[in-house]
């Protein structure tokens, strides 16, 4: 009978110590939820003036921010990720291997390359997606032309290519953020 106590405290303490090590409380640092990120900044610098302006999404707003892009132009775009009033663009930079984004340009004929420097570039080469080279062929190619933009995380493996509207695809990973852009000339 003693044996059996003993036998119930030890199955107890494991299952507790297992517990306890499982917990959410023990991910990296780096991992950045939805939840951490409340605004989705893009810096758009005209290459040819060189004037920026600042478009702000906050994440689950009814508002889309209105790019302004004139065809034929071409721009330079910094991505900047907050939560509140901290800038969470390090984190990705950090976790680079770990962070993707996703440009579809909607009813808009936009051509991108991504031109980010060595702190967001991944170890497979990839690129992923902070700075960006927009060039305008048609800003509005249809009703309602916007850009989503999308931070995935944990893709199982990530391409730059064009498909369709949207430069950049997945295989697996979840969504950090999503953002929507109006665009107009």
């Given at each position: 009978m003693k044996s059996l106590i003993q036998l119930k405290?030890?199955?107890?303490?494991l299952i507790t110590v297992f517990a306890i090590s499982c917990s959410r409380a023990d991910e990296d640092d780096d991992v950045l939820s939805q939840e951490d990120i409340s605004n989705i900044i893009l810096n758009v610098k005209d290459d040819a003036s060189g004037i920026t302006q600042t478009y702000n999404y906050t994440v689950n707003s009814t508002a889309n921010p209105d790019i302004?892009?004139?065809?034929?132009?071409?721009?330079?775009?910094?991505?900047?990720?907050?939560?509140?009033?901290?800038?969470?663009?390090?984190?990705?930079?950090?976790?680079?291997d770990e962070h993707f984004l996703l440009f579809d340009f909607q009813n808009s004929t936009i051509n991108l390359e991504r031109i980010d420097d060595e702190s967001s570039i991944r170890t497979d080469g990839n690129k992923v997606g902070l700075i960006t080279k927009w060039t305008v062929i048609k800003a509005?190619?249809?009703?309602?032309?916007?850009?989503?933009?999308?931070?995935?995380?944990?893709?199982?493996?990530?391409?730059?290519?064009?498909n369709g509207s949207e430069f950049g695809s997945v295989i697996g990973g979840e969504t950090d953020a999503m953002a929507t852009y109006s665009i107009s000339n």
């Open positions: 405290y030890i199955v107890f303490l302004k892009l004139t065809d034929g132009k071409t721009y330079t775009v910094n991505a900047v990720f907050l939560n509140g009033n901290q800038d969470e663009t390090e984190s990705i930079k950090e976790a680079k509005k190619n249809g009703m309602n032309p916007q850009l989503v933009l999308t931070v995935i995380h944990d893709a199982v493996s990530v391409d730059e290519a064009q």
